[in-house]
């Protein structure tokens, strides 16, 4: 494997030596192959704009630029552990909320309380309806809220 240095000394990707020999003659986004200034350095994949300096390819990212990329792979991930929601159990059933679902079922604990009802009916994560007494459904949303706040956290 080796790998290729830009003009500008940036990394400009690694190659077999069965690409480099099969491909040799060919021009690649403007420069003969054959030409190709290669190092047999590997790059780390760690590096987020990796420069060849003094025999090593090292880190050329700013601070903000590596916050940046962290940032927004620290969303990606979140979001989608939120899209695919938590499970809580109660007595032996499974319930999935996302933070929409929840909210939908907080807002019917509070009415059917308010219209003095003892329990309300809830899917289950198999699709099943199920009536869950007042309480346990406080304690299904109690749980649900502290599973989605533990992604946020986390």
Not at 26 to 46: F, K, M, P, R
Not at 71 to 84: A, G, M, P, V, W
Request: proline fraction near 1%; charged fraction near 25%; include cysteine.
């Amino acid at each position: 494997m080796k790998t290729r240095i830009l003009n500008n000394d940036l990394f400009g990707g690694a190659y077999t030596s069965e690409f480099l020999e099969k491909n040799k003659s060919n021009t690649i986004n403007g420069s003969l192959v054959s030409d190709w200034n290669l190092s047999d350095v590997q790059c780390s994949v760690e590096l987020l704009l990796p420069i060849f300096t003094d025999g090593e390819w090292v880190e050329s990212a700013t601070i903000e630029e590596i916050e940046l990329v962290n940032n927004t792979k620290f969303k990606r991930e979140r979001n989608s552990l939120l899209k695919d929601g938590v499970v809580v159990e109660l007595n032996s059933f499974h319930f999935w909320f996302n933070e929409s679902t929840l909210s939908s079922f907080i807002g019917l604990i509070g009415v059917s309380e308010k219209a003095s009802s003892l329990s309300v009916q809830w899917k289950t994560k198999d699709k099943e309806w199920k009536t869950i007494s007042i309480a346990d459904a406080y304690q299904v949303s109690f749980l649900a809220s502290k599973k989605i706040q533990t992604i946020y956290v986390n």
